[in-house]
């Protein structure tokens, strides 16, 4: 059923033009303007020899044939509504092949999992998502694979002295960051981090992956595998699902990489399902224009925030200076500011609750991207299973608060800000 015209003559299509259409043809399906959902576990063959090739296909011991399609067998291998998900996320990060997971936690569970083995060390950028860092320091030790953090403030410095530390440890399988991260929306040099790594003698193996988490910041603003990245991940579930009501995950790259991570998600069953798919589907539409209004009205709530004499500092790129290097940073890779952002205030976490207890109208949530503004705790929340120690170290302050502005009128979320710090006033 596939439609995949990038083109109108010599013109190429915009991304946000090809989520309406790539991948789809009406026709194949009575005329629909829509991809119909189809709910469906399994697909008939159209002979024994149909499905002896689709099963051999899709197992990787037998290449697809130029021109020909692989075949739809179970949906946890295929469907297609999946595949057309996954050919539009390519689209977006300029990605040879994508797959979809579900969950954020799914595809960089997925991903490290496929790529490593035991013995393997992944190293990672601190701070990063707290489901992300049981994974590494407390999951994964069980299979015998070691995490080497380094503070992300340190960028590709910081990358050089883990991958020192690791060497004594064992070959090094990904590195994994985000960047900008979460909740201090620090970042770090993509480029100069593949570089180091394109560097590194692996211990005689494959030279290690680097994944970019890109949930904070892309497609739209930032699209890591143009500035060096070997993958990028997202949590659906934020941006690009943007309406606070699915879970889902991706993961773009090369062919070679891809089909190795997508046949260890066919195994392990991590894949998404079919109604899901649709709905982000649906969500692809629209992208551009929720992340466009979120960020609009972010710039004008930090320029509230920046004038109120209760906050100490703000998290957000857009404030960055010439005389900082962070600056450089943000201008090579980034198109401009997503709407998640951090800010400190005056007191501690007593004081943080009471602003995020008095909000009226932003709600008090984890989660980021959707269409309603959020509010919550890092420390207590998202990152409370980091170590307190090793919070300190990287910024999650007990007086940090993180928000995620949504695309209600940026007076609102202004006037309720407002009103909820003159609680601690």
């Known amino acids: 059923m596939s439609s995949k015209k990038t083109h109108i003559g010599e013109h190429r299509l915009a991304a946000e033009s090809m989520m309406l259409h790539h991948g789809y043809d009406p026709k194949l399906s009575e005329g ?14 159209d002979s024994a020899q149909h499905g002896k090739d689709f099963f051999n296909y899709a197992s990787g011991r037998v290449d697809v044939p130029e021109g020909v399609e692989p075949g739809l067998i179970y949906t946890r291998f295929n469907n297609p509504v999946l595949e057309i998900l996954e050919g539009r996320m390519a689209l977006w990060d300029g990605a040879e092949d994508c797959l979809v997971t579900g969950s954020g936690m799914a595809a960089i569970s997925t991903t490290v999992l496929a ?75 993509i480029a100069a981090c593949k570089a180091l790594l394109e560097a590194h003698d692996n211990q005689g193996g494959d030279k290690p992956v ?56 066919n195994i392990i069953g991590t894949n998404m399902d079919s109604h899901t798919a649709w709905l982000v589907m649906r969500s692809l539409e629209t992208l551009k224009i929720r992340m466009n209004a979120s960020s609009a009205g972010a710039k004008e709530v930090v320029d509230y925030l920046a004038e109120h004499p209760l906050v100490e500092k703000i998290y957000y790129p857009g404030l960055l200076t010439e005389e900082d290097p962070q600056y450089k940073i943000f201008k090579k890779q980034c198109s401009g500011c997503a709407s998640t952002f951090s800010f400190t205030i005056k007191g501690g976490e007593s004081e943080a609750f009471k602003v995020l207890d008095s909000m009226q ?5 984890v989660s980021l991207g959707g269409t309603e503004t959020l509010v919550q705790h890092p420390a207590s929340m998202t990152h409370s299973s980091v170590d307190p120690v090793r919070r300190g170290e990287i910024g999650i302050s007990d007086n940090l608060i993180r928000i995620s502005v949504g695309i209600e009128n940026p007076a609102d979320i202004i006037a309720d800000l407002d009103q909820a710090l003159a609680m601690i006033g």
């Open 210 to 265: 680097l994944v970019v988490d890109n949930t904070m910041y892309g497609p739209i603003f930032q699209q890591p595998l143009q500035l060096g990245a070997d993958l990028c991940i997202y949590s659906l579930t934020k941006y690009v699902g943007g309406h606070s009501d699915i879970l889902g995950g991706s993961c773009s790259g090369s062919k070679a990489l891809i089909n190795k991570i997508r046949g260890f998600r």
């Open 32 to 45: 629909a303007v829509k991809c119909p959902q189809f709910q469906t576990s399994t697909f008939v063959f």
């Open 115 to 189: 790529l490593s083995k035991p013995g393997d060390v992944v190293i990672f950028a601190e701070p990063i998502y707290g489901g992300t860092d049981t994974l590494l320091n407390g999951v994964l030790s069980q299979y015998n694979l070691q995490a080497v953090g380094f503070n992300g403030s340190d960028g590709d410095k910081g990358l050089a002295q883990a991958i020192e530390k690791a060497k004594s440890l064992g070959p090094i399988s990904v590195v994994l960051m985000e960047t900008p991260d979460n909740p201090t929306n620090q970042m770090i040099d």
């Open 361 to 365: 109208m932003a709600m008090l949530a």
